[in-house]
């Protein structure tokens, strides 16, 4: 897949996706000043990513009063 497909399939913004490939965050191969990426290892890449950061929930902050200060 070129970075125009990849952006098109991942909805990331191009420049992230060549900040992610140049900084060897993703499963990407240049070839000459072109980079490229297998779709494959892009499913595994995201299921990786799915993995690697848990949920978390926004906590909320205690709400502060006037009264309090």
Do not use: C
């Amino acid at each position: 897949m070129t970075v125009e497909e990849l952006h098109g399939y991942l909805k990331i913004p191009k420049p992230t996706l060549y900040a992610l490939a140049q900084n060897g965050r993703i499963p990407a191969a240049k070839v000459g000043k072109h980079w490229r990426f297998r779709r494959s290892d892009i499913d595994e890449w995201l299921k990786a990513q799915q993995w690697n950061r848990p949920l978390q929930r926004r906590q909320r902050k205690p709400a502060i009063h006037a009264a309090n200060q």
